[in-house]
């Protein structure tokens, strides 16, 4: 179960980074890095609040002590980790979601909980 709370520690870091790069990425502006390097500001928002949304779930069961396996336990930390993950890759590459159903995502969707 300690798990969970460690994932959702990790969670909430990448919660406040995002929201510092958003910040000083809009602030100010760096050339070759706003606009090229970061080209999707919606989809980074979209990373930010899934990471928040999974650091809660995270916190939920850890708080109502849900009678989870080990191995659910870690599947959930690492499902709340990999999916908002593949927002932060399609903020940074605007042609993500024009590729095939990729590697990174197949795997986040598998080890998510269904």
């Given at each position: 179960?300690?798990?969970?709370?460690?994932?959702?520690?990790?969670?909430?870091?990448?919660?406040?980074?995002?929201?510092?790069?958003?910040?000083?990425?809009?602030?100010?502006?760096?050339?070759?890095?706003?606009?090229?390097?970061?080209?999707?500001?919606?989809?980074?928002?979209?990373?930010?609040?899934d990471f928040?949304?999974?650091?809660?779930?995270?916190?939920?069961?850890?708080?109502?002590?849900?009678?989870?396996?080990?191995?659910?336990?870690?599947?959930?930390?690492?499902?709340?980790?990999?999916?908002?993950?593949?927002?932060?890759?399609?903020?940074?590459?605007?042609?993500?979601?024009?590729?095939?159903?990729?590697?990174?995502?197949?795997?986040?969707?598998?080890?998510?909980?269904?």
């Amino acid at each position: 179960m300690e798990i969970l709370l460690i994932g959702a520690v990790l969670m909430i870091f990448a919660v406040l980074a995002s929201a510092w790069l958003m910040t000083f990425a809009r602030w100010f502006p760096i050339k070759g890095i706003d606009g090229e390097f970061l080209s999707d500001y919606k989809t980074l928002i979209r990373a930010h609040i899934d990471f928040a949304l999974m650091a809660l779930f995270c916190l939920g069961f850890y708080a109502v002590k849900a009678p989870l396996s080990v191995t659910a336990c870690w599947l959930v930390v690492i499902g709340g980790i990999t999916n908002p993950c593949v927002f932060v890759i399609a903020a940074f590459d605007p042609a993500f979601w024009e590729k095939p159903f990729g590697g990174f995502t197949r795997r986040s969707v598998l080890l998510s909980p269904q």
